[in-house]
């Protein structure tokens, strides 16, 4: 019998088979337009099937079975009934549905486990979630989650620094809750929140409710974005080559420059030796990653430990090439023990090394 693992590798593949006809001009339009259909058809019932190979579990493997059968029937129907079309159309109709029959037949109609493509190995990002965790004596990092595609959720950080006024800056804030909140307070009064680059600002203003005092400040240029006009959101004051007076000198700043409107300002904190990049740097790990998004991660390069960003910011940043790269060379030369970044793991320790290896794609 052909397990249900299986039975999803033959659904996907002909699948794609039949969508590879679909396309192919050596085929009569009437039957290329059939066999589109049918690719179409085979895949929306596959992902709604609850077997390794689904999505979304709707229909159990006797009724994709049924399914399976039905088309298979339907091909070998149009390759008997379409008259006018070559005989070598026609015998390709019939033989698919044959085959797709036969497939039906050697199928196991038990799935050994339900839907894998979406499922992790490992919890998606790292927990406690939403609850500070010391790095150092005045670093702390904050684990949350966001809702990804297809349903997946992907890991998400805020870094937390204590200046020595004893206030609080919250870098890249993520999801708000009042259990947070009032654990952060527990480490000193937030009077500081930053929005490092154009993607990380969208949990600002429910910040800014609950701490009316605390200074909001923007990478250069995120207040002309017309989302961010749009919902009305406070930007106090944007960020320049120079850290604050009100940070009391223990930060550097370093902003990486790209094309239309992107900027990350980096924050280096002194004291620890600690980098805080937003999403320079993109460390997945493939266990916590769905069995569907590994091959693409993977291709992208943002697999731990390569850790570089998806090739679309890469293209944004190398717009402005020279600029990115004087900016990557100086984040180096700070020499940071550890960098702490929004998306992945990491880097604890050999900061410096493993921030060179993420930005090969820019220094070399």
């Known amino acids: 019998m052909i397990p249900s693992r299986l ?15 679909a396309a192919s001009s050596g085929v009569p339009p009437r039957v290329r337009g059939l066999l589109g259909a049918a690719g179409a058809y085979h895949t929306a019932y596959s992902l709604m099937t609850d077997y390794e190979a689904g999505l979304r579990p709707r229909l159990t493997m006797r009724q994709h079975l049924g399914l399976d059968a039905l088309g298979g029937a339907a ?56 609850l500070p965790k010391p790095v150092t004596a005045d670093v702390q990092v904050v684990d949350s989650l966001l809702p990804g595609p297809l349903g997946s959720q992907l890991p998400v950080r805020m870094t937390v620094l204590r200046l020595p006024d004893g206030g609080l800056l919250l870098h890249s804030p993520t999801r708000f809750s009042s259990q947070l909140a ?14 490092p680059n154009i993607a990380h600002w969208t949990f600002l203003r429910d910040w800014q409710r609950a701490f009316p005092e605390a200074v909001t400040w923007a990478a250069p240029g995120l207040r002309q974005r017309r989302q961010v006009r ?12 120079v850290a604050p007076t009100a940070w009391g000198g223990v930060i550097t700043l370093a902003t990486v420059p790209g094309g239309l409107g992107f900027h990350e300002v980096a924050l280096f904190h002194e004291p620890s030796r600690t ?47 020279r600029a990115a790269r004087q900016a990557a060379e100086r984040l180096l030369a700070l020499q940071p023990d550890r960098v702490i970044f929004a998306h992945g793991l990491w880097f604890e320790r050999d900061g410096t090394a493993a921030l060179r290896h993420s930005l090969r794609w820019l220094l070399d």
């Open 7 to 21: 039975h999803g590798l033959i659904d996907y593949g002909v699948a794609a088979m039949l969508g590879g006809l």
């Open 275 to 321: 980098l805080v990049l937003t999403d320079l740097v993109l460390n997945l790990e493939a266990p916590r990653l769905p069995a569907l998004m590994r091959p693409i991660v993977r291709l992208f390069g943002s697999l731990a430990p390569d850790g570089m960003p998806p090739p679309y910011l890469r293209a944004v940043i190398r717009w402005r090439l």
């Open 75 to 130: 091909l070998v129907g149009a390759g008997l009934a379409m008259r006018d079309e070559p005989g070598e159309a026609r015998a390709l109709l019939i033989g698919l549905g044959l085959a797709e029959l036969a497939v039906v037949a050697l199928s196991d109609d038990r799935a050994a486990s339900g839907p894998r493509l979406l499922a992790t190995e490992a919890p998606a990002g790292y927990s406690p979630y939403d």
């Open 230 to 241: 749009r919902s009305g959101l406070r930007l106090d004051h944007d960020l320049g080559a």
């Open 182 to 195: 009032e654990a952060l307070a527990r480490l000193g009064p937030i009077r500081h929140l930053v929005a």
